[in-house]
């Protein structure tokens, strides 16, 4: 007796199976129809935005090129500044750190000389300051 329960409990089981596999099939299918339907709606919407666009550059050609160039230009502008890798010039591969730094303290000299005559009256002695 525990053997035929035991078919009859594998063959529920086969129904059930089946019954859950049948049930996959027609959600599927729906799915589908629907995603079939949506790309339609989506295509024919599609088409007449693309006419509505044509019609307007046919309308002003001048004004769609120089609008297209100029989001073109702006596009590229903003990728090249988000992708490119500021680059490392020759000096600051092959020039020693004081060299590099050269340039500040010219900047420091040129201070220094136009305070030159400023500096030289301090130390002279108050009878030659005139």
Do not use: C, K
């Not at 089981?13 to 629907?34: K, L």
Request: proline residues 5%; hydrophobic residues 30%.
């Amino acid at each position: 007796m525990p053997q035929r329960n035991r078919v009859r409990h594998n063959g529920g089981m086969r129904d059930a199976g089946q019954t859950t596999g049948e049930r996959i099939q027609e959600g599927a299918a729906q799915v589908s129809q629907r995603l079939g339907e949506g790309y339609g709606m989506l295509r024919d919407e599609a088409g007449r935005r693309y006419q509505q666009v044509e019609g307007m550059v046919a309308q002003t050609p001048t004004t769609s090129v120089l609008f297209s160039f100029g989001l073109g230009f702006g596009l590229g502008l903003v990728l090249t500044s988000l992708l490119a890798r500021p680059e490392e010039s020759w000096a600051e591969r092959y020039l020693p750190d004081r060299l590099r730094r050269a340039s500040d303290s010219f900047g420091h000299l040129t201070e220094s000389i136009r305070d030159l005559p400023e500096s030289m009256r301090r130390h002279m002695p108050r009878s030659m300051r005139g």
